[in-house]
């Protein structure tokens, strides 16, 4: 079913429109068309259907800035951490929805109910290196360390950096593609792409943007910190928890993404990276989504609260409730579209009336789309073309 123009106009804040279901890759490209208009951030029900979306949306409106903030892919309260592949990609959907680079962010909701850290953490981390200007190896190398980056003797997936001699490597988070500096003395001669597997450089760029390598500092004030609000909301003895011990050390231990909140004075929410005048659009029934995966979420932390050598912090400190979330974007724009198909109306022909199609003939006027109707038989369709 194709949506009437009137249903692609901006609510206005606070307010919810609903458009009517759209099937197939329909919803993609209603989104594509909305986005060109304005910025969205569109919550899916789950991961699936936001990779689809941003590849669809992505197919439609190449000219527009789609970029997806992929779920973690671990359970809550996993010993697992995230690929290091979707740290960067996610690295770079903050950053860049919150520089205003971004015209249509799409997130499963779940992922849109983990706090984050704060914007000011990627932002101070973040910096550029430009062809032509002066560069200290030596500032450059602790830039890089206090950033999370790993130096590598040879660079192959992001958060690596090496330096030989007037050849610095990197492989900046949120980039498809590593680069080669060349200096000469101490400025940039030079920056080019590089293959990971051949090492043969590929073409030049002006410029390089370094993200932060993790959500998370782990540099020694920040382990600091750490180990002072472990101390404050952690019961048991610190030194038989591994985790603690990893930090205490400078190393980042599996799973330490859901004790974000022992790293920083005050997380962030997905809201606080949106642009003022982003739209929300709620792709099918998030709020059952959001609500299962809290009731999960929960579930799990009354699992795995027991064990004393790695205790958690409560739900609610790592994730928003769904009723939070909501209640963070309820004072924006919104649209709602439904995954219900539309039932048609009652087009019975009714051979005892004066207008045996009007039932047809007046859904069909008030349709704004094209209509197919299918007869049985050609006789069939003579009749019905006639009486139309």
């Known amino acids: 079913m194709n949506a009437p123009d009137s249903a692609f106009r901006r609510p206005p804040a606070g307010q919810t429109l609903d458009w009517p279901p759209l099937a197939g890759a329909a919803d993609a490209r209603a989104i594509a068309r909305f986005g060109e208009a304005q910025r969205l951030v569109v919550l899916t029900a789950d991961g699936q259907s936001a990779q689809r979306l941003s590849d669809e949306i992505a197919w439609f409106a190449p000219g527009l ?3 997806l903030l992929a779920d973690w892919e671990t359970l809550p309260y996993d010993t697992l951490s995230p690929h290091p592949d979707l740290v ?3 690295l770079a959907a903050l ?3 919150s520089q205003g680079q971004c015209d249509v962010l799409i997130a499963p909701v779940s992922t849109a109910m983990v706090r984050l850290a704060p914007v000011s953490y990627v932002a101070a981390r973040t910096f550029f290196l430009k062809k032509g200007t002066r560069l200290d190896e030596k500032k450059l190398r ?3 360390t206090v950033a999370g980056y790993t130096h590598m003797t040879q660079v192959l997936s992001p958060g690596e950096f090496c330096i030989r001699g007037n050849l610095i490597d990197l492989f900046p988070m949120g980039s498809p593609v590593p680069y080669r500096l060349d200096l000469f003395d101490d400025e940039i001669e030079s920056i080019r792409t590089f293959d990971p597997e051949t090492q043969r450089t590929i073409y030049p760029v002006p410029e390089v943007r370094l993200l932060p390598a993790r959500e998370f500092p782990l540099d ?3 382990r600091t910190a750490f180990r002072s609000r472990y101390r404050e909301h952690m019961e048991g003895d610190p030194s038989r928890s591994r985790i603690y011990k990893d930090v205490s050390n400078g190393v980042a231990p599996p799973g330490i993404e859901y004790y974000l909140p022992l790293f920083f004075d005050q997380l962030a929410t997905l809201t606080d990276y949106l642009p003022d005048d982003a739209v929300v659009l709620l792709h099918h ?4 989504a959001a609500e299962a995966f809290w009731r999960d979420t929960r579930s799990r932390y009354d699992l795995f ?3 004393t050598e790695r205790p958690l912090l409560p739900p609610g400190e790592i994730f928003l409730t769904a009723e939070a979330l909501f209640a963070s974007l309820a004072n924006r724009p919104q649209v709602r579209v439904s995954a219900a198909p539309a039932a048609l109306p009652a087009l019975t022909i009714d051979r005892r009336a004066d207008d045996p199609l009007g039932a047809l003939r007046r859904f069909v006027d008030g349709f704004a789309g094209r209509v197919l109707v299918v007869a049985e038989s050609a006789g069939r369709r003579e009749t019905l073309s006639q009486l139309m």
């Open 285 to 288: 029934d998030v709020h059952a």
């Open 95 to 97: 950053y860049q929805s």
């Open 305 to 307: 609260r027991g064990d």
């Open 220 to 222: 020694e004030a920040a």
């Open 88 to 90: 960067s990609d996610r």
């Open 65 to 67: 800035r789609v970029n």
């Open 142 to 144: 602790e830039q890089l």
